[in-house]
């Protein structure tokens, strides 16, 4: 038994999801998901902004067999603070199938850090959203870009576009690969050509070690369920400017949505609107996140 209670406003993920109409492409990557607990085994931490339902590996694991995606990227919540237990168990047991972003202090030692990237950690996550954490200051953060640089990890952001203009000089001054979540979380209702929209697509322009993940149209989108057209021009716009830096993730189990669950089978058959040729849809499910994490499975070719 868990001694943790539930959000009461909690939503659970999807029991039962559609199988998806798009057929994934063969060694298609999951690349932004997470796990919680199980709380009875690994507590969330005390410093949460929220006490979610349990989404253990194993349930992750048989959601990747049954969409038809090959790997997944682990993505640490924050309701498990800068404890990676629960991340680095599915890790380890996931048979080489899953890698990991993780959540560290400053005071992380060498080897915490070593024994991470044995288990499949490839980068750390600085996360600048209130309502889910107290953000570390910039030194600290800076601190902890240099001790994971010499890993060959990055970093992987995640602000809200109202955000971007406040962060913008200290994101494009860090000293590795940096993966923004959820395309920095645009305000649809806002033009995909305004300013503030613009300002993200200046940030991956202008800087070549920026990627963004295309994911999350439930949490973007005004539209409501099942129905993320607005979000579509924003998300394809990223795709076809920047096809070799995209990566998308189910987001799987949903933190904090509350206005519905969607359906993981849905999120898949929603991948050919943002992504709609072939190609494009191989780069960002495949080669994108092979390169950036199973890199000696990858056979990019060199130009
Ligand atoms: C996401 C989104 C959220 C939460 C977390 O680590 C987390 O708690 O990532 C959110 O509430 O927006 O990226 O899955």
């Known amino acids: 038994m868990s001694q943790f209670t539930t959000d009461k406003d909690w939503l659970n993920w999807c029991p039962n999801p ?44 048989a959601l990747r067999d049954y969409l038809g995606f090959e790997r997944n990227v682990i993505v640490q919540a924050t309701c498990h603070g800068a404890d ?31 024994a991470m990237d044995f288990a499949g950690v490839r980068g750390v996550r600085f996360n600048f959203v209130k309502r889910l954490v107290d953000a570390l200051p ?44 959820h395309m920095g979380r645009p305000d649809v209702s806002k033009s995909v050509t305004g300013s503030e929209f ?8 202008d800087n070549p070690n920026f990627w ?11 539209s409501g369920p099942d129905n993320y057209t607005d979000v579509i021009p924003f998300a394809r716009r990223v795709v076809e400017t920047f096809p070799d830096r995209v990566l998308w993730g189910t987001d799987w189990p949903h933190p904090n949505m509350k206005s519905h669950m969607p359906d993981d089978g849905k999120l898949v058959n929603f991948i050919p609107k943002i992504a709609p040729t072939t190609e494009l849809q191989q780069k960002l499910l495949v080669d994108n996140p092979l390169n950036l994490y199973w890199p000696e499975l990858s056979v990019k070719t060199k130009k």
């Open 198 to 205: 613009d300002l993200f697509i200046k940030l991956l322009n």
């Open 84 to 114: 990676n237990s629960a991340l680095l168990d599915a890790l380890v047991h996931s048979n080489g199938k899953a890698k990991g972003i993780a959540t560290v202090k400053p005071t992380v030692t060498d080897e915490e850090l070593q």
């Open 138 to 181: 910039f030194d600290s953060l800076e601190k902890i870009a240099e001790r994971i640089k010499p890993l060959g990890w990055h970093i992987v952001i995640y602000f809200e576009a109202q955000d971007l203009a406040e962060y913008y000089d200290f994101f494009t001054s860090l000293p590795v690969t940096v993966v923004v979540d």
């Open 18 to 61: 559609v199988k998806p109409d798009f057929k994934l492409p063969a060694g298609a990557i999951d690349a932004h998901c997470h796990v919680f607990g199980p709380g009875a085994q690994f507590p969330f931490a005390k410093e949460r902004k929220y006490t979610p339902c349990d989404a253990s590996r194993n349930q992750l694991f």
């Open 212 to 222: 963004s993940k295309v994911s999350c149209p439930e949490r973007i989108s005004l």
